[in-house]
């Protein structure tokens, strides 16, 4: 009888640099792992395999350097002030875009501060005192010299920084912090708008358009190649982009479908197993304790192959087993996944399952099992995961 379930291991691969074949190197360190002396495994058809976006995208070259945001902003952003609202709070995943926005813009940057926390869950003004004192402000639209009356510097808890004063000061005189959540207010300060949220950015860009205002969202900056090839997304443009170094981001990548497709069809060959792959980038999760929601990518995953499409169709056992009727618990929930095909999304017998797609699901498990550190391990290989109780 088997006792184990759904199994996610790291593996650890080689440090990969630009221009590495990733589809061979994944496909050797796995079978390396899986036949080790210390903890080997098996494949298995249903298995699933997870590359994290940022081991791509080193392959692929795809980095930007500021300047070419800051070309793309003269290009797409006309002459005179430029309103830029709701970015997140983050110097890895918003403040090199800055940096290369301001570079570009030829006037007044004026920047729109959602509150009382930004669209994944950073705070600027802490809620308690937010609630306390949100009536002490003369309209919802308010400058900084208020926001500090009022409420006081916001310092964040994790990381140590003002993030008011930190994106002020990478231009002072020409970038004015300002704080609202109506997107017509950066109407107030000008006529085109770059549009910087990541989640809710087609419903602003509606928003603004249909007000007339000249809209340029960051997902239509670094669309094209540049002079070598390389430094773009068409799909994301600086959407899901991250901290290099002073001068340069790494982008999302590009082709993960395609990477996925080609990756799952090399194991079929080195294994005989059918094997599900992602791409996987943010968790799809928040914490609890500060209240951030992980994902400050556009998307969990940018590719995955076809079995990872959708959503679980699951059985809530606990449900089953407590109104098992005439039978016994055992029998009852034995003959609910024997008969879970005939069932509906809707079916009451889905209650308290988790209602995410797949790829969202496996990509968070991805995240939470390679980590962002110094693990090693931007492989994540799973097993079990598509399979129910009665599966031997």
Not at 42 to 56: C, M, N, P, Q
Not at 121 to 131: A, D, K, M, S, T
Not at 252 to 278: C, H, M, N, W, Y
């Amino acid at each position: 009888m088997r006792h184990i379930g759904t199994v996610s291991r790291g593996i650890r691969l080689p440090v990969v640099s630009k221009g590495a074949d990733l589809v061979d190197i994944v496909c050797t360190e796995l079978l390396k792992a899986s036949g080790s002396d210390r903890e080997p495994f098996a494949f298995r058809d249903g298995d699933i395999v997870g590359v994290t976006e940022s081991l791509l995208a080193r392959v692929q070259g795809n980095y930007a350097t500021l300047e070419d945001i800051a070309e793309d902003t003269r290009r797409l952003v006309p002459e005179g002030d430029v309103s830029l609202i709701f970015p997140i709070l983050s110097r890895n995943r918003f403040g090199q875009i800055l940096k290369g926005i301001i570079g570009g813009v030829r006037g007044k940057v004026h920047i729109l501060l959602s509150y009382p926390a930004d669209e994944v869950g950073n705070l600027v003004i802490e809620p308690r005192n937010y609630y306390l004192r949100a009536g002490m402000l003369s309209a919802d639209l308010f400058g900084e010299k208020e926001y500090e009356e009022v409420f006081g510097r916001y310092i964040h808890p994790f990381t140590g920084v003002d993030y008011v004063k930190y994106y002020r000061e990478m231009d002072p005189g020409r970038v004015e912090i300002h704080f609202g959540n109506n997107p017509l207010d950066a109407l107030k300060f000008a006529d085109t708008v770059i549009v910087a949220s990541i989640h809710a950015r087609f419903l602003h860009r509606e928003i603004l358009e249909k007000a007339g205002a000249k809209v340029v969202s960051i997902d239509q900056f670094c669309t094209a190649p540049r002079r070598d090839g390389m430094g773009y997304n068409p799909e994301f443009g600086l959407l899901g982009s991250n901290y290099t170094n002073d001068g340069t981001l790494k982008l999302f990548p590009r082709d993960s479908g395609k990477f996925a497709k080609e990756l799952q069809e090399e194991l079929f060959v080195r294994t005989g197993k059918k094997i599900e792959v992602l791409v996987y980038g943010d968790g799809a999760f928040k914490d609890p304790v500060c209240g951030i929601w992980e994902l400050a990518d556009p998307v969990v995953s940018p590719g995955f192959t076809d079995g990872l499409l959708g959503m679980p169709k699951e059985i809530k056992l606990k449900y089953i087993a407590d109104n098992a009727g005439d039978k016994s618990p055992e029998e009852a929930v034995r003959e609910a996944i024997r008969r879970k095909g005939e069932m509906d999304r809707f079916s009451h017998s889905t209650l308290g399952t988790t209602p995410r797609r797949l790829t969202d699901l496996v990509g968070s498990l991805c995240d939470l099992t390679s980590g962002s550190g110094d693990k090693g391990t931007p492989v994540v290989h799973i097993s079990g995961y598509f399979d129910s109780y009665l599966d031997e």
